[in-house]
C-alpha cells in the first residue's frame, strides 16, 4: 500500500528530532508573543523562549488542561484574529461543558494531510467510496474525516450520524467501500442488519472501517470485522489538539502511527508529572508543533496509553500510540481497587453467550462502593433456560474477579434492551457523582 507522503511519514528519525526542535522553538516564540495566557505563565516560570534549546527543555514548558480552554470560552486562547480563523469546532463535551477550538487555513490543510496519511495506510484509495456516518457539526469527527479522505481522492458521502435504515440504504445504493464513525456505533449497525434484511456479503461493498473516537477493545474489533466483513482499523484525536488524525493504524495494525512531524508526544506518569519508561503505560501529554490558531503548550489529554517507537514493517518511521485504555479520568475507583471499564468490557467480550452490549452502574450504599455490571445475553439464550443463565453468571463473575480482585454484581438482561449510541457511547453511570453519601442529590 502506498505511503501517502513518504517524505514526511519515512524520515529517519534524527531528521525528525531537528524538525521536531525547530517547529518546537517558533512555536513558543509565537504563543509567547501572541496568547497572554502563555505569555503570563511563562513569565510566572521565568522561562522565555530562548530557553528551548533541546527537545528536552519542553520539560520546561507549563501544562495545558481543559479547564484553560473553558475559563478562556470561547476565543480567549486564540493566537490569531478573527480574520485569519476560517473554522470553529468543539469538542463533545463528554466530561462536561464543550471546549472551542478555531481552526487557519493553513491548520485545515495541516488537519486533512494527517487524516490522509491515516485513512492511505488504511487502505483507502481514490477509487474508494467512503461512507461518513460521524456526526457533522461541532463535532470534529465529520469534517475532520470528510476533508482528509477528499484529499485523498476518494468519493466522500457525508451522510452524518443516526437514522440506521437510511445508512444502509445508501451503502447499499452507492456501493460505500469504506465506512467511518465510531466503533460502538459500528456495533449497533451490525445488531440491526437483520432488522433490515441486510446481509453483508450480498448487499454490501464495503472493505474498510475507519474507527475511532472512543476507547474500543481487540474484542470489538473482531466483532465488527466479522458483522461487516471488513479490516477494521483504528485512529485517534482530539478537537483541542486538531481531532481525528493525531494518530492512525497501518495495515499492520500494531498500534497507531503519531504524525510526529506536527504533534509531540510525551508518555507522563500522571501522579509525578514525569516521563515514564519507554513502554510503559502513562498519560499522552501533547504539543501541537504546527497550530497557527490555537497553540497549546503540553496538553494533558488525560488519555492512557503506551508508545514504540521501534521501526514498523509497513515502512513508516512514526512512533505508535497502542489503542488508548481510557483516560484517566474514566477510571472508577471501587473501594480503592482502580478499574478501568476496558477491563471488564475485555472479560464480557471473551464470554460465549453474552452480546457486546452493557452497562456500568457505579453507586454506594452504607458507604460502600457497588458495581453492577449490564450486560445482554446473545440471541437464542432465554432467560428460562435457568441452569444455562447460572452457568454464564457464574462464568463472567468468576472472571472479573480474577481481572479486578472485587465482586461486583451481574444483572444479564435481554437481547437490544441497552440503551445504543449513534457517537460516542455512554457505558458508565456513576450515581456517586450524582447523589451525596446520604441519597441526596448534591
Ligand atoms: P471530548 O473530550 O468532549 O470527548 P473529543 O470529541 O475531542 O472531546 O474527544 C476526544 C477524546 O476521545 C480523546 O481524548 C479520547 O479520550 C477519545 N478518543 C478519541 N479517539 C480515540 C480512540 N481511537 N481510542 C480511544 N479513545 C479515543
Ligand atoms: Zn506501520
Not at 519515512?10 to 517558533?26: A, P, V
Not at 501572541?34 to 503570563?40: A, G, H, K, M, T
Not at 450520524?161 to 469504506?178: I, V, Y
Not at 509525578?272 to 501529554?285: A, F, H, Y
Request: net charge neutral.
Amino acid at each position: 500500500m502506498p505511503i501517502w507522503n513518504p517524505r514526511a511519514e519515512t524520515m529517519q528519525r534524527q531528521e525528525l528530532r531537528e524538525l521536531q526542535l525547530f517547529k518546537l522553538k517558533q512555536m513558543v516564540r509565537r504563543t509567547f508573543e501572541r496568547v497572554p495566557f502563555y505569555r503570563e505563565k511563562l513569565e510566572r516560570s521565568r522561562v522565555s523562549p530562548d530557553d528551548i534549546r533541546t527537545l528536552d527543555d519542553i520539560r520546561r514548558l507549563p501544562f495545558t488542561v481543559k479547564d484553560d480552554l473553558r475559563d478562556h470560552y470561547p476565543f480567549g486562547l486564540f493566537a490569531v484574529p478573527m480574520e485569519e480563523v476560517v473554522r470553529v469546532h468543539a469538542s463533545s463535551g463528554t466530561t462536561g461543558r464543550p471546549t472551542v477550538v478555531g481552526y487557519t487555513r493553513a491548520d485545515l490543510d495541516m488537519w486533512s494531510e494527517c487524516v490522509a496519511r491515516f485513512a492511505s495506510a488504511a487502505g483507502v484509495t481514490p477509487a474508494d467510496r467512503a461512507h461518513v456516518s460521524f456526526g457533522y457539526g461541532l463535532f470534529t469527527g465529520g469534517f475532520g474525516l470528510h476533508y482528509g479522505l477528499e484529499k485523498i481522492g476518494a468519493a466522500v458521502i457525508p451522510v452524518s450520524s443516526g437514522n440506521t435504515a437510511r445508512q444502509f440504504q445508501l451503502m447499499k445504493d452507492f456501493g460505500a467501500t469504506t465506512l467511518i464513525g465510531t466503533p460502538s456505533y459500528a456495533l449497533h449497525m451490525i445488531d440491526s442488519l437483520k432488522d433490515f434484511g441486510i446481509d453483508p456479503k450480498r448487499d454490501l461493498r464495503l472493505k474498510i472501517g475507519l474507527f475511532g473516537a472512543e476507547p474500543w477493545s481487540e474484542s470489538i474489533r473482531r466483532e465488527i470485522e466479522k458483522g461487516f466483513c471488513i479490516t477494521a482499523t483504528d485512529n485517534y484525536g482530539l478537537s483541542e489538539v486538531i481531532g481525528p488524525g493525531v494518530a492512525g493504524e497501518c495495515q499492520e495494525r500494531c498500534g497507531m502511527h503519531i504524525c510526529e512531524d506536527h504533534f509531540f508526544v510525551e508518555v507522563l506518569d500522571p501522579k509525578t508529572m514525569e516521563p515514564v519508561r519507554e513502554g510503559e503505560t502513562g498519560e499522552l501529554v501533547i504539543t501541537p508543533l504546527s497550530k497557527e490558531a490555537l497553540p497549546l503548550m503540553r496538553y494533558r489529554t488525560k488519555d492512557l496509553s503506551v508508545i514504540d517507537s521501534s521501526p514498523c514493517s509497513c515502512g513508516r518511521t512514526m512512533a505508535r500510540v497502542m489503542k488508548i485504555r481510557g483516560r484517566t479520568d474514566d477510571m472508577l475507583i471501587i473501594r480503592g481497587v482502580n478499574v478501568f471499564p476496558s477491563q471488564i468490557e475485555e472479560v464480557l467480550l471473551n464470554v460465549e453467550g453474552v452480546a457486546p452490549h452493557y452497562q456500568i452502574v457505579v453507586d454506594r450504599k452504607n458507604n460502600l462502593d457497588t458495581m453492577e455490571v449490564r450486560v445482554e445475553v446473545s440471541e437464542g439464550i432465554f432467560f428460562d433456560e435457568m441452569k444455562r443463565i447460572v452457568e454464564l453468571e457464574k462464568k463472567i463473575l468468576e472472571r472479573i474477579y480474577a481481572v479486578l480482585g472485587i465482586h461486583v454484581k451481574l444483572k444479564l438482561v435481554e437481547p437490544k434492551t441497552i440503551e445504543r449510541s449513534t457517537g460516542k457511547a455512554h457505558r458508565v453511570m456513576d450515581m456517586r457523582d450524582v447523589y451525596g453519601e446520604d441519597g441526596k442529590t448534591c
